[in-house]
């Protein structure tokens, strides 16, 4: 689209982010001595709630047997995307980052465009005991948000991003249908916004500029308001360069450092003032 062919993966990074969140959750059963009988790890994967629902309806009573889906068990999946005006950044603000391809180039992206993407998480549980032992490891977290640092960009590794995830509600529903015989499912839905931004293509730009040149004139026309600099000599120059020594160590004695050619954006260089008045 637009002449230009990019994918930074950053919506499937964000939908990563969300399986991982709920990936561990593990609930204890408990026996009449009030002891533990039993550790289940709960397992979760992407899809709709509608695709369970239809597996567990389909075989009924054997629903583990036939297909070894156990419950407990949890899904998500995302179920919408918006534009977020109110986190709009400016528009031409730039993200620019050291280039590897040679020492003079950068990296460079326009700030994201920003998005709510609407998440589903569903609990299936057989009893209610299992439901609620699941979600105190969940709801505690989210008040009413939990924010998540990921690094958004794979060309920018030293980028990272904080990503809040809000909690917006839970709905809990009773599958209970026919007669006594029919599995039970109880389904908790868990509903999320995470505060997403989708990044354009990340540019590499060259040209870095390794020295700054500031002359500094004094008026000394007659009063009548043109500044004509013609043959003036400048009243001060200040010259502004990075300061790398031999060693590689940031240093601002101009008398050791190297040339400015000679030192990269990616060095850990200081800056040298240097103010001559004319």
């Given at each position: 689209m637009f002449g230009q062919k990019f994918y930074n993966g950053i919506i499937r990074k964000y939908v990563i982010m969300m399986g991982t969140l709920f990936n561990k959750i593990e609930i204890d059963r408990i026996n009449a001595a009030g002891s533990v009988a039993q550790t289940l790890r709960v397992p979760i994967s992407y899809g709709p709630k509608e695709r369970f629902l239809a597996r567990i309806e389909a075989v009924g009573q054997d629903l583990e047997r036939k297909v070894g889906f156990k419950l407990p068990a949890m899904s998500f999946e995302m179920t919408s995307f918006q534009y977020a005006p109110e986190r709009r950044l400016s528009p031409t603000k730039q993200i620019n980052s050291p280039g590897s391809r040679d020492t003079k180039s950068f990296k460079s992206v326009y700030t994201p465009t920003p998005f709510d993407i609407g998440f589903q998480v569903s609990v299936y549980v057989k009893n209610a005991e299992d439901g609620v032992r699941i979600l105190e490891q969940i709801l505690p977290y989210f008040s009413p948000e939990f924010t998540v640092t990921i690094k958004p960009l794979d060309?920018?590794?030293?980028?990272?991003?904080?990503?809040?995830?809000?909690?917006?509600?839970?709905?809990?529903?009773?599958?209970?249908?026919?007669?006594?015989?029919?599995?039970?499912?109880?389904?908790?839905?868990?509903?999320?916004?995470?505060?997403?931004?989708?990044?354009?293509?990340?540019?590499?730009?060259?040209?870095?500029?390794?020295?700054?040149?500031?002359?500094?004139?004094?008026?000394?026309?007659?009063?009548?308001?043109?500044?004509?600099?013609?043959?003036?000599?400048?009243?001060?120059?200040?010259?502004?360069?990075?300061?790398?020594?031999?060693?590689?160590?940031?240093?601002?004695?101009?008398?050791?450092?190297?040339?400015?050619?000679?030192?990269?954006?990616?060095?850990?260089?200081?800056?040298?003032?240097?103010?001559?008045?004319?």
């Open positions: 060309d920018i590794p030293d980028l990272r991003t904080d990503i809040p995830v809000i909690f917006n509600g839970l709905n809990t529903e009773d599958t209970y249908e026919g007669d006594y015989e029919t599995r039970r499912v109880l389904i908790h839905t868990l509903d999320f916004t995470l505060k997403g931004y989708v990044y354009g293509p990340v540019r590499y730009k060259s040209g870095i500029i390794n020295t700054a040149n500031s002359q500094l004139f004094v008026d000394t026309s007659s009063g009548e308001g043109v500044f004509d600099l013609t043959n003036e000599e400048f009243a001060s120059e200040i010259v502004v360069v990075p300061g790398l020594d031999v060693s590689r160590n940031p240093t601002t004695n101009n008398e050791i450092t190297l040339p400015p050619d000679d030192i990269s954006a990616n060095d850990n260089f200081d800056f040298i003032v240097n103010k001559t008045d004319g």
